[in-house]
């Protein structure tokens, strides 16, 4: 089993700790389809509040609607008040943490945080996100394609690295499939749909690379990247990624230019993490 990095270690019996599978979906975070408890809870009172006033007939059935629309929102406006109360100082401590170098406090601050993505909308696709870029920049290449698997798909930093790790490990399939969804949702990353069309070129599909960048020109016709890469496609010649700079080098499909020194693997902001003694 591979050590956790340093810095501190994880909570007795986590998944972090144990190694192995860890117990988070492997399905991408659809936004909106999983349950959410304040969501649901708001929706029963605006429906009891709504209903009951029906019935008691405090008013009209065609108020019916409305006054439990409107109790609903105001309900969730309370609601989403508390938890963004408990919220926001829990995500505080993470950045202090990670830009202090302490990843493994993190990751474990982190996944501390999933429950909440019951009560909180879309915060666990997010939260997997980035427990999956922390596992991967430290080493825990298995367990950060776990993690990103069940990353927001409106995500689109998180689900283009899952899909380079897959490309990375020969899984081109796999790699294109990832970025055919991610692409589908995000429509403006052009990182993405670049990177797309790359993984396309590269496996000898030229006409589809040229149709992703095609489609995408369309979106963002001022893209420079994307119009020259299309050119380039449409003469029968191979892309360039330069001009999307060290995001692209980041990626490690690429070996940056020597000009570029080493590249950052940790976000900006944050610390690098510890290198394991003996490599």
Known sequence: MKRPPRGGRPKPGSPFERGGSIPYPARPSFPGFDRVYSLLLCSALGLLVGLGGFLLDWWHWAFLVPIALVVAFVAWILVARRLARRLQP????????????????????????????????????????????????????????QLLGGASLRNPEARLLLACIHYKKGDAPRALEALKLAAAVNKKHALLHNTYAWMLHKSERADEAQAVLAAFAKRDPNNAPTKDNLLRLQNRTRMSMQAFDVHWYALGLERPPQAMGTLRRAPKGFREPPKRRGG
């Open 90 to 145: 829990a995500m505080a401590r993470v950045q202090k943490q990670l830009e202090a170098g302490l990843w493994a406090p993190a990751m474990q601050s982190l996944e501390d945080l999933l429950p909440m993505g019951r009560w909180i909308p879309l915060l666990r696709g997010q939260v997997l996100a980035q427990m999956g870029m922390l596992a991967y920049q430290s080493g825990e290449t298995d367990r950060a394609v």
